[in-house]
């Protein structure tokens, strides 16, 4: 027999309360976990994502094992990059390309990047270019200034190349530059020195320290080599050497020496390089082998033969001069 009693249990006030209370709680332990998935699911996402923009190297292999930690803010902020090409501008808006393997910040903020096998094409005011490499190298983008280190190599455009063990370009003063000796072999020669500055502008190179220069006879006509101990200014656009410093010109008929010794060349209508300008000033010395001619200031002066060859027309010295031959000794105070 049905109890009523029983039915009325059911719609009374106490037990209706209790069953939608029942109901509530259970609904909102199930939003609250719905809320939790939403947002924790993106937010895996999300760092996946994150650690593959940081670390890009990571897409290129198919086989990892990783520990993967929350990455602090600083492994965040540093820039890594793989396979970059740098453009930067010199203070001639001339724009020189630099390659990379990769480019590592080494401290967050700092603008200075470790480079992996950086490769730049730096132009000049003319139509040559310089190709400089190196294993390592850095830049410093606020100062705008490349470093290469270990094994730099060095090749202009015309076939000179040369090997130095650290370089610097500043793109500030468009300066190639470095305080580690230099070699470096050519078409027309050699030289050796213990530092160097290049200013692509003005195609001016300054050899620092001691320096040794061997030029082939198929660039002056004679071989010739020119030493000095202090340094070596060549200014490429006027085709003029001056070396500093107990600086030797050795011809092999002739030696001249002095404190700074002038050389300025031009090329002929053969084609040929030839002297155009000679002096010496300090303690000048010419030696042919058999006499010595000493005085305080050397010029010489050129003249064009019938064939339109530059040649030798008198040379000047003047200032204590002092001849000794085998048949005596003059002194004067100039002599041609």
């Known amino acids: 027999m049905f109890d009523l009693k029983q039915l009325d249990n059911i719609f009374n006030d106490t037990n209706l309360n209790s069953k939608v209370a029942s109901d509530e709680d259970a609904l909102r332990q199930h939003k609250r976990k719905t809320r939790t998935v939403k947002i924790v699911f993106p937010a895996i996402a999300a760092a996946l994502i994150g650690l593959l923009a940081v670390f890009p190297s990571l897409k290129e292999h198919t086989e990892l094992s990783l520990s993967v930690e929350k990455p602090t803010q600083n492994e965040i902020e540093k820039l890594h990059a793989e396979n970059t090409v740098m453009h930067v501008t010199d203070k001639s808006n001339r724009v020189n390309t630099f390659t990379a393997e990769s480019i590592d910040e080494i401290k967050t903020g700092s603008q200075i990047f470790k480079i992996k096998n950086p490769r730049g094409k730096i132009p000049t005011s003319d139509v040559q270019t310089i190709n400089i490499s190196a294993p390592t190298g850095y830049y410093n983008r606020n100062r705008k200034i490349f470093s290469l280190r270990k094994n730099v190599d ?76 202090e340094k070596v200014e060549i200014y490429r656009a006027e085709q003029k050497l001056k070396a500093f410093g107990h600086a030797v010109m050795v011809q092999p008929n002739i030696k001249v020496s002095a404190d700074i010794l002038t050389a300025a060349f031009i090329k002929d209508e053969q084609g040929r390089t030839t002297l155009s300008e000679f002096t010496g000033d300090g303690n000048v010395v010419v030696d042919n082998g058999k006499n010595k001619v000493r005085a305080n200031k050397l010029r010489t002066f050129f003249k064009n033969d019938d064939k339109k060859n530059t040649a030798i027309d008198r040379i000047e010295m003047t200032g204590n001069v002092e001849s000794k031959t085998a048949d005596g000794e003059v002194y004067a105070s100039r002599g041609v």
């Not at 468009?174 to 502008?201: C, H, M, N, V």
């Not at 001016?204 to 030493?227: C, N, P, R």
């Open 154 to 229: 060095i090749q202009y455009s015309d076939g000179m190349t040369a090997k130095t063990t650290e370089a610097f370009y500043d793109s500030k003063t468009s300066r190639i530059y470095s305080d580690s000796p230099l070699s470096a072999d050519g078409k027309y020669g050699s030289l050796q020195t213990q530092g160097f500055e290049y200013f692509t502008d003005s195609e001016q190179a300054v050899l620092k320290g001691k320096t040794d220069i061997h030029v082939s006879a198929e660039a002056f006509g004679e071989k010739t080599d020119i030493y000095a101990q």
